[in-house]
């Protein structure tokens, strides 16, 4: 099994940053993502990030803005949220995926295990 728990949320002038930590517990995992969830919205992906290679993957609406990262060290992954918009506010999951590699990023369903989410709310 692997655990994780998100941090970092929080309120946020537009045009602010935040830095959303996911820490990881339990088993190894190698392909992770952040995924947002409005109020009456579905759970849309925001970025994804393989360990193997570092390689990254954003949906368009975060790119040049975001930044994913990930911190074996510390068995941490981050996401650098600059320029943010109110469009930007919701709730904020990092999900994990263990084997192999997913289809797509995007999807929500490859991945097996969720944190709980932070909450992040940008005003105007």
């Known amino acids: 099994q692997v655990q994780l728990e998100e941090s970092g949320g929080g309120l946020v002038q537009a045009g602010g940053s935040l830095r959303l930590s996911c820490a990881a517990s339990g088993r190894t995992f190698s392909w992770a993502a952040w995924f947002r969830q409005a109020p009456g919205k579905e759970r849309d992906f925001v970025a994804g990030?393989?360990?193997?290679?570092?390689?990254?993957y954003y949906t368009d609406s975060v790119k040049g803005r975001f930044t994913i990262s990930w911190d074996n060290a510390k068995s941490t992954v981050y996401l650098q949220m600059n320029s943010l918009t109110p469009e930007d506010t919701a709730v904020y999951y990092c999900a994990a995926r263990r084997f192999t590699r997913p289809s797509s990023y995007a999807d929500r369903n490859a991945y097996t295990y969720w944190g709980q989410g932070t909450q992040v709310t940008v005003s105007s």
């Open positions: 990030i393989t360990r193997s290679d570092v390689s990254t």
